[in-house]
């Protein structure tokens, strides 16, 4: 099992950048296969970006690609999301999650372990 939790989240203005940060503990981080997600008010979780185990496969949903950077420390156990030319669109609580079986899933329900979120606001 691991525990997760993100920090680094606040208040930006639109064309500005903020970077997250997900500290994981518990079992080894590298089992893990890492993705952030995130819920805008009034909307449904929706994939962000993941991560292979060894940071060298990333994906992006393709309303940040471009714009969003992931990448994980292992040596660290944290995961990061480097976030670029926000959008008050990109308002939302961010997540965090591991997954530990094969292949890259983008469904929340293929992710078995999650952070408590972390509140991103972009103001236009």
């Known amino acids: 099992q691991v525990q997760l939790v993100e920090s680094g989240g606040g208040l930006v203005q639109a064309g500005g950048s903020l970077r997250l940060s997900c500290a994981a503990s518990?079992?080894?981080?590298?089992?893990?296969?890492m993705g952030w997600f995130r819920q805008a008010p009034g909307k449904e979780r929706e994939f962000a970006a993941l991560?292979?185990?060894?940071?060298?496969?990333?994906y992006y949903a393709d309303s940040v690609k471009g714009r969003f950077t992931i990448s994980r420390d292992n040596a660290k156990n944290t995961v990061y999301l480097q976030m670029s030319s926000l959008k008050p669109e990109d308002t939302a609580v961010y997540y965090c999650a591991a997954r530990s079986g094969p292949y890259y899933y983008t469904a929340q329900k293929d992710y078995a372990y999650w952070g408590q979120g972390t509140q991103v606001t972009v103001s236009s």
């Open positions: 518990g079992r080894t981080f590298s089992d893990y296969i």
């Open positions: 991560i292979n185990r060894i940071g060298t496969i990333t």
